[in-house]
């Protein structure tokens, strides 16, 4: 069955096309967009104005990537350049073609390009978004990983879908780990290579942490990234011990004091580590003469004292390392002769 979603958008599973329907003649369907791997019966291929992203519907999968692409492909199929030569601006003229978006149920990886559509060529909250399938559809449930990732691509648009953001490298961590809890696929993303942060920042600096053996400059408060302690009903806030058998032998409370400075992304000065490719690690002052071990870093993430998992975790140990205050200067105040 297939529902009408909003225009000349409409949603199904995969049943009308292994059922062989004429969907040209039944709806007038020019453009197919299929959300699913496999093999596509080849009548549809071959007469229609067809496109496939072969993704799974899992929590791990990034579907947010293909977003940009499903939403070219949407809008190229209702308003091409001879009915409208200003992409994702809403036309006055009803479309030409239909489009059919489907995947194996329609229920979950479908809806989920069919939001994003709307999210951006009507700018619909995500929760319209969601209603405009549901009320045709209301088997409509997009997984809990694709509706943060819907809900992503909603932020991302007011920042022209930059996928160098910080959003969006968040959002890559979290995936990766999904797929690869070793942290090994996380390591060989070079996610962070090219936004490596500087000690040096344009703006005024109030905390800097120098190494407490050699005073050398190491961030800046601008560099570390806070993080709340866990709440005593937290999993998270209680450090439990186990024996061989998986017996608890211990449960201890996590500290009310932080012991590392942890890092929103690893500095310059911290890559010659990093290159070395290993999933975990030490960091070194970088002062040469110098060299004492200041911190630690792991792609898998690490615990603070406090019992937050920081994941992935570049740090500095609060023991290793001064915080020193920068004074502000005063303003030149004139004196009178």
């Known amino acids: 069955m297939l529902y009408r979603i909003l225009g000349a958008i409409y949603l199904s599973s995969l049943d009308p096309l292994t059922s062989g329907e ?37 929590e791990s999968s990034n579907i947010l990537q293909f977003l940009p692409e499903t939403n070219s492909f949407i809008e190229a199929a209702l308003f091409p350049p001879a009915v409208s030569t200003s992409r994702f601006e809403s036309g006055t003229n009803a479309p030409p073609n239909k489009i059919l978006v489907h995947c194996a149920q329609g229920v979950s990886r479908s809806p989920t390009v069919i939001m994003a559509y709307l999210l951006q060529k009507y700018r619909l909250t995500f929760e319209q978004a969601l209603h405009a399938l549901k009320r045709k559809n209301p088997a409509v449930e997009p997984n809990d990983s694709f509706i943060n990732q819907i809900k992503l691509f909603k932020k991302m648009l007011d920042l ?36 490596a942060q500087s000690t040096h920042n344009t703006s005024p600096s109030t905390i800097k942490y120098r190494c407490k053996r050699c005073r050398h400059v190491l ?44 890092l929103s992304e690893p500095l310059d000065w911290m890559m010659a580590e990093l290159d070395k490719s290993e999933l975990e690690g030490k960091f070194n002052c970088p002062n040469d003469k110098c060299g004492a071990k200041i911190g630690a870093y792991s792609w898998r993430g690490s615990r603070c004292s406090c019992g937050k998992w920081v994941i992935p975790a570049f740090h500095l140990q609060s023991n290793k390392v001064d915080e020193v205050k920068v004074l502000e200067r005063a303003p030149n105040v004139p004196t009178s002769i």
């Open 219 to 262: 961030a800046t408060n601008h560099n570390v990234e806070y993080h709340d302690q866990p709440t005593e009903d937290s999993h998270q806030s209680k450090f439990i011990k186990r024996g061989h058998t998986n017996r608890i032998i211990s449960v201890e409370q996590g500290s009310t004091t932080c012991s590392h400075h942890f």
């Open 22 to 58: 004429d969907l040209k003649a039944k709806y007038g369907i020019t453009h197919i967009l299929s959300v699913l791997p496999g093999t596509i019966p080849s009548q549809y291929t071959e007469n229609y104005i067809h496109k496939q992203i072969e993704i799974t519907d899992e």
């Open 160 to 195: 022209k879908l930059d996928q160098s953001s910080k959003l969006y490298r968040q959002f890559l961590v979290e995936i990766t780990l999904l797929q690869d809890p070793t942290g090994e696929s996380l390591k060989e993303l070079n996610l962070f290579k090219k936004n």
